[in-house]
T-cell receptor, first 112, second 114 residues
């Protein structure tokens, strides 16, 4: 059965800290891995990763994929209170279609 | 704002009833996906349509059905509603059929079954 596991499930840090969120997966026919940020409502897209070892970066956020070890990390540097959210990792797998398999999410709380 | 729209925002209905949720994808996107998010199950994929055709199916209940119309909007029909169907229902869209296309999520419809 396909599965995506995120760790930790929750994290409390102070502003300015750097955090690393983990996502491991076991799926058939991996196609891509996506990170989303979910605040109050809809998940907002952060990154899509398809190739190993290539870092994707957007401001203070960055992510990398390791297809050999089947995991990805999301780094957030110089955290701000606005980074408080649930971060979701999803894997697209299978022979057709774009079905996303989501992890449980990591709830990040950034204290002032 | 992702460009994906969903109506209604909230829906409260009774057990046994039937409801229809509506989704309009981003301009230019041909794929529409439906997901259910509940506290105990997290985000679960229900079904995908690509250019009017069903493309992939998840663990969607037989009481649920969906379709995508020629103008590419989609509707998710939920019937014989049960208390356990209370959840947030998200629609997402992407340009292509899957694999390397980013999915963008709509604001969701919160369904409460009483």
């Amino acid at each position: 059965e396909d599965k995506v596991v995120q760790s930790p499930l929750s994290l409390v840090v102070h502003e300015g800290d750097t955090v690393t969120l983990n996502c491991s997966y076991e799926v058939t026919n991996f196609r891509s891995l996506l990170w989303y940020k979910q605040e109050k409502k809809a998940p907002t897209f952060l990154f899509m990763l398809t190739s190993s070892g290539i870092e994707k970066k957007s401001g203070r956020l960055s992510s990398i994929l390791d297809k050999k070890e089947l995991f990805s990390i999301l780094n957030i540097t110089a955290t701000q209170t606005g980074d408080s959210a649930v971060y979701l990792c999803a894997v697209e797998a299978g022979n057709q279609g774009g079905k996303l398999i989501f992890g449980q999410g990591t709830e990040l709380s950034v204290k002032p | 704002d992702s460009g994906v729209t969903q109506t209604p925002k909230h829906l409260i209905t009774a057990t046994g009833q039937r409801v229809t949720l509506r989704c309009s994808p981003r301009s230019g996107d041909l794929s529409v996906y439906w997901y259910q998010q509940s506290l105990d199950q997290g985000l679960q994929f229900l079904i995908q349509y690509y250019n009017g055709e069903e493309r992939a199916k998840g663990n969607i209940l037989e009481r649920f059905s969906a379709q995508q119309f020629p103008d590419l909007h989609s509707e998710l029909n939920l019937s014989s509603l049960e208390l356990g169907d209370s959840a947030l229902y998200f629609c997402a869209s992407s340009v292509g059929p899957g694999g390397i296309y980013e999915q963008y999520f709509g604001p969701g419809t919160r369904l409460t079954v009483t």
